[in-house]
Structures are given as C-alpha cells and as structure tokens.
C-alpha cells in the first residue's frame, strides 16, 4: 500500500450495531468519492449522515494533508469494529431487571487517488 496515496479518517464512537454499519459501509468500497457522497445522502439509514461525516474528513485530509486530487480518489478500504457497549437494566415482573446493551461502533475509512496506470486497468 502507497503511503503517499492514500488518506485515512476515524470514528470511534458512533452509535449503533457494527452489523448495521458494516451493511452501509460494504456499499461505498471501491467507488469514486463522488457516488459515495451521493449514496449516502439519499440513504434512509440514521447511520449515513455518520458515515458522511467520516468520508468527507477522510477527503479533507487527503486534499489537506497529502495534496491529493479530490477529482481521482476513491474509497479504497473500510472498516467497522465493536466498541464500547452501554448498559442499561429495565423493570420486569416479579422484582427482576434484565440488561439492554446499546452498543457503539468503530469506523476506519481510506481513501485512495487512481492514478493513470489503475484506469486503464480497471477498464
């Protein structure tokens, strides 16, 4: 992987299940940033305006940070992980309590520039 290429952005606390994010994540993998930001803006998932979020800062480093053309990146990888879980108990009969888990997630995006080479391969 080409250090010099690539731009990478993070969340660690976003509130939801991994499943449920890693199901919105996989539909951004290798695309131009551009049909990404659309995507995610039209989606009905609450999680998306989080996932946005995190792609437009990954762009932002990538033009900021390593002076890369907004016009040829893509979302090379992108990552969900557990993180922390809130725990919370509600009253049941008979005096007993059982648990709700809320739990958070972890996401990681990386954003490539295609260079010329990768364009004619891709094709």
Request: aromatic share 4%; hydrophobic share 40%.
């Given at each position: 992987m080409?250090?010099d290429?690539?731009?990478v952005?993070?969340?660690n606390?976003?509130?939801?299940?991994?499943?449920?994010?890693?199901?919105?994540?996989?539909?951004?993998?290798?695309?131009?940033?551009?049909?990404?930001i659309?995507?995610l803006?039209?989606?009905n998932?609450?999680?998306?305006?989080?996932?946005?979020?995190?792609?437009?800062?990954?762009?932002?480093?990538?033009?900021?940070?390593?002076?890369?053309?907004?016009d040829?990146?893509y979302?090379?990888?992108a990552?969900?992980?557990?993180?922390?879980?809130m725990?919370r108990?509600?009253?049941?009969a008979?005096?007993?309590?059982?648990?709700?888990?809320?739990?958070?997630?972890?996401i990681?995006?990386?954003?490539?520039?295609?260079?010329?080479?990768e364009k004619?391969?891709?094709?």
């Amino acid at each position: 992987m080409n250090q010099d290429l690539t731009a990478v952005a993070k969340d660690n606390t976003v509130r939801v299940s991994p499943t449920k994010l890693s199901n919105l994540v996989k539909t951004i993998v290798n695309k131009k940033v551009g049909n990404a930001i659309n995507q995610l803006k039209f989606s009905n998932k609450r999680v998306s305006t989080n996932v946005l979020k995190v792609l437009n800062a990954a762009i932002a480093n990538a033009e900021n940070n390593k002076q890369l053309d907004i016009d040829n990146l893509y979302v090379k990888e992108a990552y969900v992980g557990k993180s922390l879980t809130m725990k919370r108990f509600r009253p049941r009969a008979k005096g007993r309590a059982s648990s709700i888990i809320k739990p958070f997630s972890k996401i990681t995006i990386i954003v490539a520039e295609r260079s010329k080479i990768e364009k004619g391969k891709k094709q």
